[in-house]
């Protein structure tokens, strides 16, 4: 007889909270540079894009405003197959 599994407790109070997560669902790209800032009380990234030549970076501001301009993006060759 199988016994029901208890839940995990957290060993750190934040782990239990969800606001830690990142909200975004960003497709895994191969020319995409995420650049992470050091901020004490928040998680936050910088995106670049290398697409097509990777030498000269294109900014494109934060997650927030990356995600549609990343999303929006019609070169299908560079994400990855599991993405697609």
Same mark, same amino acid.
């Given at each position: 007889m199988a016994l029901p599994l208890a839940e995990p407790t957290p060993l750190h109070p934040r782990e239990s909270?969800?606001?830690?997560?990142? $909200?975004?669902?960003? *497709? *895994? #790209?191969t020319y995409r540079r995420l650049i992470s800032i050091?901020? $004490?009380?928040?998680?936050?990234?910088?995106?670049? #894009?290398?697409? $097509?030549? *990777?030498?000269?970076?294109? $900014?494109?501001?934060?997650?927030?405003t990356s995600l549609p301009i990343c999303n929006a993006c019609t070169a299908a060759h560079i994400f990855r197959a599991d993405e697609d």
């Open positions: 909270d969800v606001s830690h997560l990142a $909200p975004h669902r960003i *497709r *895994r #790209c050091d901020r $004490p009380a928040e998680r936050l990234y910088e995106v670049e #894009c290398l697409y $097509p030549d *990777r030498l000269v970076p294109i $900014p494109l501001g934060d997650l927030d």
